[in-house]
């Protein structure tokens, strides 16, 4: 006697495809009507056209949150890798007093979330008596961004084997040379990966960002906030398009640039 339709397992897979659905209905709406050629979001779409995108390309703000998003990842992409980089080092290769304390506080800020972060470094610069600018929003968004780097850098440098660098310090070459000549090649996928995903990570923040960023400085997603409570523009759409192939399309150039990287190794 065959088993019933209903059962335990096709019940999981019916409730797996509503979540989906639920989650990812709404970018799929957001991307269609990023083309729709009509004025108003509506069904059916009366045409195709890039109209919005052109008009997205000459709106002087947000061409002004563009440059400000990309430098602000930029920079929070290569402090935090370069932190990053040498926070391993000294935790996987070294012993010193409280390295598990380090460890752990360095990792800390990926289990507090953004809003507490937010609030937090926001009274503490209350109390030293600073006022938001444009380098706290970087140091903001490398404390968030860091643990990310720590883990994908650590995770590597676990797997590289101390032979290769034991090996080229005995044939003459000091510490530094051998990071750069025998360490870091075979860091390199972590290293990408841990960049890209930094620089994605900033790029996309709006909740930790909206707490400090100074008074006239707007990244992409503070920007699309702001117009969402003006006005509701087809602009917006497909600037959440361009949005949404950014987001996307940079980890996996991270995930590809990694096993390039490992493929051709030595």
Known sequence: MGRGIFTPWNGIVAYTMLVYIFTFAPIVVVLMLSFNDSMFGSFPITGLSLRWFYELAENDAIIRAFKTSLVLGSLTAIIATVIGICACI???????????????LLVAPILVPEVVLGVALLLFLKWLGTSRSFFVLVLGHVIITLPYVILVVQARLFGIKRVYEEAALSLGANRIQTFFEITMPLLMPAIFAGMLFAFTISFDNVTATMFWKSAGTETVPTQIFSMLRTSISPEINALGTVMIVITVSLPLIAGALARYFVRNEV
């Open 90 to 104: 000294a935790i996987v290769r070294y012993e010193f007093p409280g390295k598990e304390f380090v460890n752990t």
